[in-house]
Structures are given as structure tokens and as C-alpha cells.
């Protein structure tokens, strides 16, 4: 082939220019409160494959009445959709179900951050006596008549079956539940078009009214504590109050805890109704109404919480290349 200087002058100038975009689009997405969320890693099948069968698993409770997949059933958005879970002998407990999707990237586990990790997360809902009311010893005892979930971990963990192998088993399952390739992400890793005109204003319009000071990260929540009712009283105005209000009061015993929350993960959240820890929202309009007002201090303009909407919509991701299911609005 041969180049004239003024044609090579063009490829030049043509390099030069696509670095610079490449660069400034890096720039941008680090410039986002909000990452995407990574690809799940599948390298130990085995365990997963284990995990998930316990996750599924009656016999983890006392009766075999319910498994964990009972309140976060993965068609549901990792949620139960229902204002508290329901657990063993029809038992209500005391708060929201969160969802089980992504729940490995939440920097504390639970609503009030009680348990540091997802392995000392497990053991809470097995002897909690609002929900499996079991213990792991009785759960072993029962597995263990199990051939097929003997075999299995005795190829999956060189100790076999073991309650810490169980445990793990759970955790590995739970850390491939991740939604990555939702429409957002893709527009912050430079598709554009990933996103309408609507939805990039409600974005847009989560930044400036300060959404993004508590929702941010990858999980778009999941990474600090906040009190509900920051600047507003919530609890007095919507007239009772429970133990589970007291967030992370009840862990810590500090009075400057009272009330306060991990911020949850909005990944997902258009699937996951009703809302709040208390579960009194149905709709994301009246869940975002209620963060503009106690979380903001603003008085919500009707138009404005639309586009936001609109926007939180994008942010359903993919399980298992498929765009997650749950009880859409
Ligand atoms: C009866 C319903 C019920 C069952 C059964 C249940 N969960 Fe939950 N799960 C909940 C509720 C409600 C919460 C929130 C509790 C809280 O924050 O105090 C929760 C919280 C969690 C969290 C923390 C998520 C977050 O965002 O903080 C994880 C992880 C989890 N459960 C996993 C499991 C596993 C694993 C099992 C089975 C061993 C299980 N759950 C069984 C209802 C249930
Ligand atoms: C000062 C921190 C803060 C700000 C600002 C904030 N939030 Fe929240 N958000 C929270 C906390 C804390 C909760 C959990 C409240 C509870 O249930 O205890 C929450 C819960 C939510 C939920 C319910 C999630 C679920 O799964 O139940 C939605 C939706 C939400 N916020 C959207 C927004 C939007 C939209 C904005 C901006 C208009 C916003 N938030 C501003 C802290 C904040």
C-alpha cells in the first residue's frame, strides 16, 4: 500500500483523536457515582451447584417447611414481595425480606449491618424461630441420611459433608448471584444508546438532588449506614414504632444509631416492592416520594419523580444471561 504524508497525516490525526476519546470515556465512567457490577466467577461449579441445593432445601428447617429460596425466591428479584417473611408454622417475622441477588458486594449484611460477612450472615436465618427455627447440628443430622448430598461433598470439600462445608456451600451459591449487564451498566461502559432520553434525565436528576450521596457504588447502595428520617421525622409521623425500627441501635446500643440503616442496594429495585424495612411502600413512586421528603428535605415535584423512576428501572440486571424476573410495576 502506498501512503501519501497527507493520508498518513489522517491516520495520525485519526489515532490521536480516538485515544483521546477512549481516554475522556474512561475518565467519565470514573467520574460516575456508580460502577458497574462485575461478571459472577464460576470457579467451583461443584460448590455452587451444592449451595444451591441447599438454598433450596426444605430440611434446613424444623418441619421442612421452609428454605431460604422461601423469602428470596429468585424469581421474585432474590425477594418474597411480601411486607415481612413468613417462616416456619406461618410465623411473621419482623421485617422486609432484602434481595439474595448481589448480596456477596453488600459491605455488611442485614438492615441494621448485624453480621460482617455472608458465612456468619448463614447461621442467623437457620435458628432465627421467626424463620427456620433449626440449628445446624439437627441439619446435619439429617443430610448426613442423605447419600446423594453425602457423595457430593465428599467430591466438592476433602473433609465431606461438615456443618463449615455447608456453610460455605451457601456462600459460594450466593456469590454467583450477581446481576451484571443491566441497561445502566452498559451505558456507563460507553453505550449511549443503552438508555433513553428519560431515563438518562431521571439519572441526571439522582445526582443533583443528592440520591447518589447515599446510593453510590456498585451496588447504587450497600456501602454505609444512613438514618432514615435524616431530615425528617419518619417514624413519629407514620405513628408506631417496632424493634426493628431501632436499626443499628440494637447492634451497637449507641443512641446515635437509633433509627439508622445500611442503605440499601437499588440494583434490581423496580422487582423487589414492597419497600423500606418496614415494608410499607408498594410503589417506588411512593418509596421515592418518601426519600425526597425525609432523606432530602424537598417537597417531591410529581414530573421529577417519574424521570427517576424511569431511571431506577434501568438498573434490572442479567442472572444467567437472562434479564432478571420478579413482580414488575
Ligand atoms: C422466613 C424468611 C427467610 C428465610 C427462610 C431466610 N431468610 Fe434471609 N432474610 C430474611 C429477612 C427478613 C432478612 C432481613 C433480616 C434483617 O435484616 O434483620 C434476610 C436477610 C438475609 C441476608 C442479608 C441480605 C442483605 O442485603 O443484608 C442474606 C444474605 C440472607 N438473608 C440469606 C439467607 C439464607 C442463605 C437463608 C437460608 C439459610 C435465608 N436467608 C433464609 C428472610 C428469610
Ligand atoms: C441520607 C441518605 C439517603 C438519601 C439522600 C437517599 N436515600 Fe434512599 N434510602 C436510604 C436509606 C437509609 C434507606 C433504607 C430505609 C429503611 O427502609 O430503613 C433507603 C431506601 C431507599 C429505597 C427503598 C429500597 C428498598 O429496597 O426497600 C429506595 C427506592 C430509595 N431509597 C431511593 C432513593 C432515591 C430515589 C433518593 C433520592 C430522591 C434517595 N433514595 C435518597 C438512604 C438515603
Redesign the pocket.
Known amino acids: 500500500m502506498n501512503l501519501n504524508i497527507l493520508q498518513m497525516k489522517k491516520i495520525i490525526a485519526f489515532v490521536f483523536v480516538a485515544c483521546i476519546c477512549m481516554q475522556v470515556q474512561a475518565v467519565a465512567l470514573l467520574d460516575e457515582p456508580i460502577v458497574p457490577i462485575p461478571e459472577a466467577k464460576f470457579d467451583a461449579p461443584l460448590q455452587v451447584e451444592l449451595g444451591r441445593l441447599l438454598f433450596n432445601d426444605v430440611r434446613l428447617s424444623a418441619g421442612a417447611q421452609v428454605s431460604c429460596a422461601s423469602c428470596h425466591s429468585l424469581k421474585m428479584g432474590g425477594a418474597d414481595a411480601q411486607v415481612v417473611s413468613v417462616g416456619v408454622h406461618g410465623r411473621q417475622g419482623d421485617i422486609n425480606s432484602p434481595s439474595i441477588f448481589n448480596s456477596s458486594l453488600n459491605f455488611r449484611q442485614f ?1 441494621n449491618g448485624r453480621a460482617a460477612t455472608l458465612l456468619e450472615q448463614v447461621d442467623g436465618p437457620i435458628t432465627n424461630v421467626k424463620e427456620m427455627d433449626f440449628s445446624w447440628p439437627q441439619v446435619l443430622a439429617i443430610l448426613q441420611r442423605d447419600d446423594f448430598y453425602v457423595a457430593q461433598f465428599a467430591q466438592a470439600y476433602p473433609d465431606g459433608l461438615t456443618i463449615q462445608n455447608m456453610r460455605r456451600a451457601i456462600v459460594s451459591f450466593e456469590k454467583s448471584l450477581l446481576t451484571p449487564n443491566s441497561r445502566f451498566d452498559q451505558f456507563l461502559k460507553g453505550d449511549k444508546e443503552a438508555i433513553s432520553d428519560n431515563e438518562l434525565k431521571g439519572y441526571e436528576l ?1 445526582k443533583q ?3 447518589s ?3 453510590q457504588g456498585v451496588l447504587v447502595g450497600g456501602n454505609l449506614y ?1 438514618k ?1 428520617g ?1 431530615l425528617g421525622d419518619y417514624f413519629q409521623d407514620r405513628g408506631y414504632i417496632t424493634s426493628a425500627d431501632y436499626g443499628r441501635f440494637a447492634v451497637t446500643g449507641r443512641e446515635q444509631d437509633r433509627f439508622v ?1 445500611k ?2 442496594s ?1 440494583r434490581n ?1 423496580a422487582l ?1 416492592a414492597p ?4 415494608g410499607t411502600q408498594t410503589t ?1 413512586a411512593g ?2 416520594n418518601i ?2 421528603q425525609y ?2 428535605g424537598v417537597i417531591p415535584q410529581e414530573q421529577d419523580v417519574l424521570f ?1 423512576i424511569d431511571f431506577l428501572r434501568t438498573l434490572t440486571g442479567e442472572y444467567q444471561g437472562k434479564l432478571l424476573q420478579g413482580i414488575s410495576q
Open positions: 438492615w439522582f438532588y443528592g440520591c450521596s447515599c446510593h444512613q432514615f435524616a440503616f442503605v440499601p437499588l429495585v423487589t419497600y423500606f424495612h418496614d417506588l418509596a421515592v426519600m425526597m432523606q432530602l427517576i
